[in-house]
């Protein structure tokens, strides 16, 4: 992917990232893809396709009961501090699609 490219992602995005960001997700973009071709290079022809990533029946018993984590929870005053824009009550943001 290309630097021109990267910007155009991160500005549809609405991101506006610094040029070390650009140089490291273009890094990181390159990292993955030599990864990706390294793959091909194994032998998979008498590999059996799965189905699912894990094929052995779900037991739900064994499984954690759901508990929310609260320690990520933000209070309203903390997010409209961090907000670019807003008013007294509500973070402002522009129209997603198409707004310049």
Known sequence: MEKEEIKKLANDLLFEPSEEVIKLTNNLLNSIEKGLKDL?????????????????????????????????????????????????NYVIMKKVINDK
């Not at 037991?59 to 609260?70: G, H, T, V």
């Not at 990520?72 to 501090?81: A, P, T």
């Open 40 to 88: 091909e290079e194994f032998d998979l022809q008498d590999i059996k396709p799965m189905s699912h990533i894990n094929e052995s029946p779900i037991c739900f018993e064994q499984l954690r009961s759901d508990e929310p984590d609260k320690s990520f929870y933000l209070n309203k005053q903390d997010l409209l501090n961090n907000a670019s824009e807003h008013d007294e």
